[in-house]
């Protein structure tokens, strides 16, 4: 492995930009790639707390809206949750709790992800959301263990490992500042 391969790597691995002029065509790309990841996938979150807020009418009608009083997680978790836990769904299902919850994780890790944020810390909350979502449907419709909800959960992962809120995001500004910098898993 020559000098300029293990300096890019490095500087990779640390999430943060090549040297200028060492960076190859396919990093770059590779860079762009999980930006776009970063993005679709915080709209993902963020259109999902829209969704349950306002009752936009593609998973959530207007009379079910969080803010006409419909609870974001009581449909699901009392009628789709099955499988091993799914007495401990069923007994939270539409508790004010569980409702503010889930609704400040979906919107904080769709901000986060789409402003290239608090990467690590949207990484390990929007992980234990798709476990724990993973969980109320055990097992999986279409597979014996696997469904996206782990996917999304190892994406989330891959996102901030490679430092994904530097490259379109404001990552790198983030970073910079002195709470972040005193406290690195706000990164």
């Known amino acids: 492995m020559g000098t300029m391969t293990a300096t890019i790597e490095r500087n990779t691995t640390a999430g943060t930009a090549p040297v200028a002029g060492t960076e190859t065509t396919r990093q ?8 776009g990841t970063r993005i679709a ?20 009608a207007t009379k079910n809206a969080w803010i006409n009083g ?6 699901f978790l009392a009628f789709g949750a099955k499988g091993p836990f799914q007495g401990l769904y069923q007994d939270i299902a539409g ?16 901000v986060a992800l789409l402003l290239g944020i608090g990467m690590r810390l949207a990484a390990v909350a929007g992980g234990l959301l798709m ?14 263990f696997m469904d ?20 379109l ?16 898993w706000l990164r």
């Not at 419909?70 to 449909?75: A, F, L, N, Q, V």
């Not at 004010?96 to 904080?108: E, K, S």
């Not at 891959?158 to 490259?167: H, I, K, P, S």
């Not at 970073?175 to 406290?183: K, S």
């Open 95 to 110: 508790a004010a709790w569980a409702d503010w919850l889930f609704m400040i994780g979906l919107a904080g890790i769709g």
């Open 41 to 60: 996938l915080g709209w993902i979150f963020l259109w999902a707390f829209l969704d349950k807020l306002f009752g936009l009418g593609h998973e959530t």
């Open 169 to 184: 995001g404001f990552g790198r500004v983030w970073a910079t500042l002195p709470l972040v910098r005193r406290f690195g």
């Open 148 to 167: 996206d909800h782990l996917i999304y959960a190892a994406v989330l992962a891959g996102l901030a490992l490679v430092g994904a809120g530097n490259t």
């Open 70 to 75: 419909g609870s974001p997680t009581k449909g």
């Open 131 to 144: 476990v724990l979502m993973w969980t109320a449907v055990l097992p999986p419709e279409n597979n014996p």
């Open 28 to 35: 770059r790309a590779a860079r762009y790639v999980w930006a």
